[in-house]
């Protein structure tokens, strides 16, 4: 047995060399990583900084890398202790220690520990005690003898009989061949290729297509095999047991006459067959027993949360992902921008927000109904339009979004001197910033109702800047986020906010707290003091500045002095990406240029001439000295996408102005597995499903599409009373051919998360539509904690997929 220091420096070996060998990269470049991560950096900083320490690690290996350093290390933890226990039970030789040393995953390392995990008095435990492990041993080891006859020679005061004594053997037996490491894990894989879940309704929940049970009629007779699932149907039927509309069956294998492959592997495993010995036909039917009794359970439970597992991490991917594209959405910009948060009985709120995000005004208009305030209204927004100089209009997608949006566009048609241009925007989230702490501290003078019309503006103008004031789960991209594990899913959302931010960069002097927080290297409490230190002393002239900040050391302003711009400081380098270590990297170039860093800044021609190994020394590597070359090319550059707007088809305003065949432009507003849901200006978004995306095999929908892209689609189907609208994105496709297969339905709380508080719906549409597109609709009022639908579950239940109250562009406020 080594010394403790022994083994965790060994675990630690082990683990670099793993990841080395699933990352397809050096040892050396793992461990460099993993130092650095230790040492407290953080990806985005690792990824752009210390490439030369990495070997140029992108952020995705690096993720990659954390989680799988995250998962060894509690392997290895789990090892230790498993370890000890057995030790402890003074059960520890050097055959078994080699096994759980070998052990490569945490599944592997349980079967292995299952017979010595302190467990309950089992009868098995039981029988022992009663002295009647000699007895299975001799019939497993003998079949020749006569089980009834040799077992009668075990009768004692604790053993009634010879029945009594062969129950007794028999559990100890089934102990034995369900803690077999290697059978248990053999028979596992057997089950997850051969198996498959069937589910089927309970009696009572699917009568009619109303009840409590029809969101999940897809399910009421359905089998598929375990392999073949997608996450959003293991989820779904999971649910559906949950709400004791489903019952779920795992089957190991298709029904077959005779013992079944698992029962002949068990008997295999440990010698027993039909030879016609006296035992034989005893021990084969201790085989049955055990299977059906003990080890079918096991991989049963196994299973299920193999099954959860994969399908939670399949939907935290497609949540992560979608969650990536809209925030890093194209941002209008410096653009005075006019908020309109749409309602009815409680009025449209307005809120205008300079180009800087400043807001310069408020009002509640009533142009619907009950009041029908309309020419009142019209005259409102001209006059704060005019007064401020608005250039967008952005409505949110929520309740009475359809009739505001008209209410914009007469707006523009009856005053277009103003040159407004309007988009719908997604409101995901808005309720949930409204009430939070940070908007009464931001917004103190404005009442809640009107917190989210500035936020629908501000996420035009910058959707990165605005969304990172939200819970992520709230934006309203998910696919069954209730469902999901809320540790695996917060750490996922957290990295790829952090990714975006960071890849983007930060305006020092104008960044709110919750965007200062997701800087690398920057905790709450620093975000709080650099705004503090700003609002006390003004705007940061130069990085050197941060140095000045409350609790702001080194390691701190290493990590994040390189994600933070200051646009028209004393220093032109502050502006840019280049890290303020590298400055004088960057003085050695502009020398060797001819010219002062100004002057060298945006010159492509003498930048381009230049190369990078000419200026590369012992710590910055030609790795560092390219990004440079090419950050002084275009410093502070956006990674983003240019803003623009979908045109929406004149006089298609809802469903039933579609007609097959139809070509129309649209704006996809989520991506899910089994295809991309798209807002074509209608109530309800239609549905491209995968097999309606290329000529060739679609494996992921996010290959082809993204939350954002402005597509062009035709309608190839449109059912009216179901509220189903089919999309292709191949042009050349007839109307009414099949669209392939039909998604089941769905649960609507589980898809998506956030949106507006209360409202239960929502109509939207008009002219022009921008990126990011709409993403939630409403609230699932079934939901606490502001928990919603998302785009995804509005749109299957308004496309009849889903059950859900209130009809199309119906809700409450």
């Known amino acids: 047995m080594g010394s403790t220091g022994e083994n965790a420096t060994g675990s630690t070996e082990s683990i670099g060399r793993t990841i080395a060998e699933e990352l397809g990269v050096r040892e050396g470049q793992v461990k460099a990583a993993v130092d650095l991560l230790d040492g407290g950096a953080t990806v985005p900083f690792i990824a752009r900084y210390r490439k030369e320490a990495t070997g140029a690690l992108d952020d995705a290996q690096l993720r990659t890398l954390e989680e799988r350093l995250r998962y060894l290390r509690e392997l290895e933890e789990r090892r230790a202790a498993i370890l000890e226990s057995i030790e402890a039970q003074g059960k520890l030789d050097h055959a078994l220690k080699a096994q759980i040393l070998a052990a490569d995953s945490k599944a592997r390392l349980e079967d292995i520990y299952l017979p010595y995990k302190p467990k309950r008095r089992t009868k098995a435990q039981i029988a022992r005690e009663a002295g009647l492990e000699p007895l299975a041993d001799r019939l497993l080891a003998d079949p020749t003898l006569e089980p009834r006859a040799t077992a009668a020679e075990f009768v004692n005061e604790t053993v009634a009989d010879a029945a009594a004594a062969l129950d007794g053997a028999r559990s100890i037996l089934a102990e034995r061949f369900g803690e077999d490491a290697d059978l248990i894990g053999d028979l596992r894989e057997r089950m997850w290729s051969r198996g498959r879940v069937s589910s089927r309704v309970r009696e009572g929940k699917g009568d009619s297509k109303e009840g409590p049970g029809a969101k999940f009629a897809d399910y009421f007779d359905f089998a598929e095999p375990f392999e073949k699932l997608p996450s959003h149907r293991i989820l779904a039927m999971f649910r559906g047991e949950k709400e004791e509309v489903l019952d779920l069956t795992l089957e190991p294998e298709e029904p077959q006459d005779g013992p079944s492959t698992f029962e002949r592997a068990i008997a295999a495993r440990f010698e027993i067959a039909d030879r016609g010995r006296p035992a034989d036909a005893w021990l084969l039917e201790t085989v049955r027993w055990a299977w059906r009794t003990r080890v079918l359970v096991h991989l049963g439970i196994d299973l299920r949360t193999r099954l959860r597992t994969a399908a939670e991490d399949e939907a935290v991917r497609v949540f992560a992902a979608n969650l990536r594209d809209l925030l890093l959405a194209a941002p209008a910009g410096a653009r005075a921008t006019m908020g309109l948060d749409p309602g009815f009985r409680t009025g449209v709120k307005v809120a205008v927000t300079d180009p800087t995000g400043k807001v310069v005004a408020t009002e509640t208009i009533y142009p619907h109904v009950p009041q029908r305030r309309w020419d009142e209204s019209l005259t409102t927004l001209a006059k704060l339009c005019a007064a401020h100089k608005v250039d967008l209009v952005a409505i949110g997608n929520g309740t009475a979004s359809r009739e505001t949006d008209k209410l914009a566009a007469e707006l523009i048609k009856a005053h277009p001197e103003l040159k407004l241009t309007k988009v719908v925007v997604s409101e995901a989230g808005a309720s949930v910033y409204s009430a939070s702490a940070y908007a009464s501290q931001e917004l103190p003078e404005l009442d809640v109702s009107l917190r989210g019309a500035v936020s629908i503006a501000r996420r035009l103008q910058d959707p990165l800047a605005e969304l990172v004031k939200i819970d992520p789960k709230s934006i309203g991209v998910g696919q069954y986020q209730h469902d999901l594990a809320e540790t695996k899913l917060s750490r996922s959302l957290d990295a790829v906010v952090e990714d975006c931010v960071n890849g983007v960069g930060v305006d020092l002097n104008t960044a709110s707290a919750p965007l200062l927080r997701r800087v690398s290297g920057i905790t709450a409490t620093l975000a709080d003091n650099i705004v503090q230190h700003r609002d006390d002393n003004g705007p940061f002239r130069t990085r050197k500045a941060l140095k000045d900040v409350a609790r702001l050391g080194p390691k701190a302003f290493e990590q ?254």
């Open 560 to 813: 994040c002095a390189g994600f933070l711009r200051i646009t028209d400081g004393d220093d032109p380098l502050d502006a840019s990406a280049v890290h303020p270590e590298a400055y004088p990297v960057v003085r050695r170039i502009a020398s060797a240029a001819g010219g002062d860093i100004k002057a060298l800044i945006g010159d492509s021609g003498k930048l381009r001439e230049l190369r990078p190994r000419d200026f590369a020394d012992e710590t910055f590597g030609v790795p560092t000295v390219t990004d440079i070359l090419g950050e002084l090319e275009k410093p502070g550059r956006d990674p983003r996408p240019a803003f623009k707007t979908a045109t929406y088809k004149e006089g298609v305003e809802e469903i039933k102005d579609l007609t097959p065949g139809m070509l129309l432009e649209g704006v996809v507003t989520n991506v899910a597995a089994f295809g991309a849901f798209v807002d074509i200006g209608v109530h309800q978004d239609g549905l491209v499903h995968v097999s309606a995306m290329s000529k060739t095999f679609v494996k992921d929908p996010r290959d082809v599409v993204k939350p954002g892209d402005v597509v062009r689609v035709k309608v190839l189907d449109v059912d009216i009373p179901r509220k189903r609208i089919g999309l292709t994105l191949r042009l050349d496709d007839e109307a009414g051919a099949p669209r392939g297969e039909r998604e089941p339905r769905e649960p609507r709380e589980q898809r998506g998360g956030g949106g507006k508080g209360g409202t239960g719906g929502a109509g939207k549409g008009g002219a022009k539509r921008a990126a990011p597109p709409r993403q939630n609709r409403g609230q699932n009022r079934g939901d606490s904690g502001g928990g919603g639908g998302g785009a995804l579950a509005d749109a299957l239940r308004r496309a009849g997929l889903v059950s859900g109250d209130g009809g199309p562009g119906r809700g409450r406020r």
